[in-house]
């Protein structure tokens, strides 16, 4: 059935509204990125995730850097939290996601923040191959890793341009908040964001962080004084990061907007 259904989804488009406390602006999805799309309202789990992230851990004015942004369920859920004075950038290499993200922007009707750049992070600049999943299009992934192995293969490959967070960050306001969705590139990402990002501008981070990457990635996140959490139960700090990763840099964990729980702190 799912193989039917998925067979179905192929470059559909479903309109849908945002949750009204995050603003209730209209959003294109996309089944062939996330099958639960072809229900009514929010009934995927991954949905209400993404929402739930940005009412905790974006704040008004935030600056927020979404890569690997998908169809931009947590993009505009991100603007709706940011604000006017906040400004979201959405990274996406993927032409179909990106032009739903085009379409979704277009129909907000207050003014919204947020800017779509159809490229890939990875740790170099230049051209990468960009491999299309069969199953969904939240598993596609660069040809350089090895990707989710739920992808189901390949349905197409194509070029795409990559960026480093370092270049980013030469070009771009600072962020407050990164989040990284890129099914394994993770690791190239966060070991070329930069010595400036990590140690001077020191933004949270959300990651999703697969089984290969948790050392790697653990290092370099305490290397840089973060403190690391689980984001789906950010009362619990951890050794090493998990699936959802939250990290927060160790001098920030004693803001004003960090709320302590049963002892333990919780961005």
């Known amino acids: 059935m799912k193989a039917i259904l998925r067979a179905i989804a192929r470059n559909r488009v479903v309109r849908k509204r945002l949750p009204s406390d995050l603003g209730g602006g209209i959003v294109y999805c996309s089944p062939d990125a996330l099958l639960s799309m072809w229900k009514p309202g929010w009934q995927s789990d991954q949905a209400v995730q993404l929402f739930d992230w940005a009412h905790r851990f974006v704040k008004s004015g935030f600056v927020v850097w979404d890569v690997g942004a998908n169809q931009g369920l947590f993009t505009f859920a991100a603007a709706a939290m940011s604000g006017p004075s906040g400004h979201v950038v959405a990274f996406e290499p993927d032409p179909f996601l990106a032009g739903l993200m085009y379409r979704s922007r277009r129909a907000q009707q207050a003014e919204t923040r947020v800017d779509i750049l159809p490229v890939a992070l990875s740790g170099s600049s230049g051209i990468s191959t960009f491999c299309l999943a069969t199953k969904d299009r939240a598993l596609n992934h660069l040809a350089a890793v090895a990707g989710n192995p739920r992808t189901g293969g390949d349905r197409e490959r194509f070029a795409v341009i990559t960026v480093t967070l370092k270049w980013i960050s030469e070009n771009l306001r600072m962020p407050d908040l990164i989040k990284i969705d890129v099914e394994g590139a993770e690791l190239a990402v966060l070991e070329h964001a930069g010595v400036h990002l990590l140690h001077c501008v020191r933004p949270r981070w959300i990651i999703e962080v697969g089984a290969e990457n948790v ?20 009362e619990n700090e951890v050794e090493w990061p998990g699936w959802n990763t939250l990290a927060v840099p160790e001098e920030k964990c004693d803001a004003p907007d960090v709320v302590r729980v049963g002892g333990t702190v919780s961005p």
Do not use: S
């Open 215 to 234: 050392r790697a990635v653990g290092q370099i996140l305490r290397a840089a004084r973060y403190r690391i959490f689980d984001a789906d139960r950010p």
